[in-house]
T-cell receptor, first 114, second 112 residues
Framework: DGGITQSPKYLFRKEGQNVTLSCEQN?????MYWYRQDPGQGLRLIYY???????QKGDIAEGYSVSREKKESFPLTVTSAQKNPTAFYLC?????????????FGDGTRLSIL | AQRVTQPEKLLSVFKGAPVELKCNYS??????LFWYVQYSRQRLQLLLR??SRESIKGFTADLNKGETSFHLKKPFAQEEDSAMYYC??????????????FGKGTKLSVKP
């Protein structure tokens, strides 16, 4: 179904290489989020954006970068500085950055190191 | 410290049995809590939130501020309830509301 689209579904990275994960939403949501999901760890916040042209670091931002040039797009770049990038990455959005607004999630991208 | 604790990694019950997935939180502000569910091969989705005080798929959750808990309950489990369940707390992070802190999740397995 529509809503939030993440691509690709699977991604492989070589050592020293930067890779970019795509996240697009057609829900007209202001707020967008990136999480990392590791087995037994739950979800941890990497970056978030309350509104276009604005973004803030989350709990584990080191080695990652984002941009929010368009309302519907919030790409995540995993840089070579991220020493343990192998994980499942989830993008989410919400109507606004408000405490009672639920977040809607994409299908995720699984990143592996070659 | 802001924290969500789900003490059980795995919960296994038989069909028709009651189920309770535990969630405890630590937060100095007024808590907004959610339960998210991830069925096999599906995306993470909202199950319910405490402000709605609703029952979804037979599940309910009551916020107990005294015990700082938000346990998820269902009186009669069904096989299709088998999934990964995450409790989440909405916090004020860096001046921004709406950021979620997730527990580590509980995998519910309902046996026939």
């Amino acid at each position: 179904d529509g809503g939030i689209t993440q691509s690709p579904k699977y991604l492989f990275r070589k050592e020293g290489q930067n890779v970019t994960l795509s996240c697009e939403q057609n829900l007209n949501h202001d707020a967008m989020y990136w999480y990392r999901q590791d087995p037994g760890q739950g979800l941890r916040l990497i970056y978030y954006s309350q509104i276009v042209n604005d973004f803030q670091k989350g709990d584990i931002a080191e080695g990652y970068s984002v941009s929010r040039e368009k309302k519907e797009s919030f790409p995540l770049t995993v840089t070579s500085a991220q020493k343990n990038p192998t994980a499942f990455y989830l993008c989410a959005s919400s109507t606004t950055a408000s405490s009672n607004q639920p977040q809607h999630f994409g299908d995720g991208t699984r990143l592996s190191i070659l | 410290a802001q924290r969500v604790t789900q003490p059980e990694k795995l919960l296994s019950v038989f069909k028709g049995a009651p189920v309770e997935l535990k969630c405890n939180y630590s937060y100095s502000g007024s808590p907004e809590l959610f339960w998210y569910v991830q069925y096999s091969r599906q995306r993470l989705q909202l199950l319910l939130r405490h402000i709605s005080r609703e029952s979804i798929k037979g599940f309910t959750a009551d916020l107990n501020k005294g015990e700082t808990s938000f346990h998820l309950k269902k009186p009669f489990a069904q096989e299709e309830d088998s999934a990964m369940y995450y409790c989440a707390l909405s916090v004020n992070y860096g001046g921004s509301q709406g950021n979620l802190i997730f527990g580590k999740g509980t995998k519910l397995s309902v046996k026939p």
